[in-house]
Structures are given as C-alpha cells and as structure tokens.
C-alpha cells in the first residue's frame, strides 16, 4: 500500500492502468494491481553475506541510503555482488548521500543517484 501523494509524479492514466484505490479505512492509499505485483519481486536481502537467493538477473536494483554504512572494502563486495545479478546496462538506483567514484569499473554514473552496469 502507497500514499496516493507519493504517486502524484505518475499521469492519471498510468495511476489507473497499475494501480487500485483504497477504500473506508484505506481512502487515500492505492496497492499495485495483481499484473504489476507479478512483474516485480521486492526482497530483504543480507548484503554482507554471500549467499544472495536470486535466480534471474535484474534489470534495475534499488539499494538506497544503505551503503553510507558500510567502509569502502565492504562497499565494494557488496557492489561486485550487485554488479553480478544485474543484466548487462542494467540500473542501480542509490541514495543521494552514496557516491561510487571508486567502483567505475563496474558502474557509470547515468544520473544524480543513478549507476549503470557496465
């Protein structure tokens, strides 16, 4: 469930094609529609430890504010492991406080808060 404010980026159209609008108690929040949840797989994931349970690579990860925490040899694994599960150009999406500059053999910069694989 969403805060309907938190979309407002989103065109009424999409709002409607993804999402569903809550009622009674839930008036003002959406939930994704069956066909969007099947399209996205939302984990927890221990990023220290080695045995990461996914399948398939991705084609964007979200990681954000998480890495600030870890020294520079630790972010560094755990971004060798993220650079392992995502598709070839694929996206990793960090927080604004998070800079990579050190691991540009695995990723170019693509936006304020956006790396790709390379």
């Known amino acids: 469930m969403y805060r309907l404010e938190g979309l407002k980026g989103l ?10 609008r809550g009622k009674g108690a839930n008036a003002g ?4 529609k069956p066909e969007l949840r099947r399209a996205i797989e939302f984990l927890s994931v221990n990023l220290i ?4 349970p996914f399948q398939e690579p991705f084609d964007a990860i979200f990681c954000r504010n998480v890495m600030i925490y870890f020294d ?8 060798e492991r993220i650079h392992r599960v995502l598709k070839p150009a694929g996206m990793l999406f960090v927080g604004h406080a998070e800079n990579f500059s050190a691991s540009r053999d695995l990723f170019a910069l693509r ?5 790709e694989r390379r």
Do not use: E, I, N
Request: charged residues 25%.
């Open 49 to 52: 430890r080695d045995d990461w």
């Open 11 to 20: 065109s009424p159209a999409r709002l409607h094609k993804f999402f569903l």
């Open 29 to 32: 929040l959406v939930c994704a």
């Open 72 to 79: 520079a040899p630790t972010q560094r694994r755990v971004l």
């Open 111 to 115: 936006g304020k808060t956006v790396y």
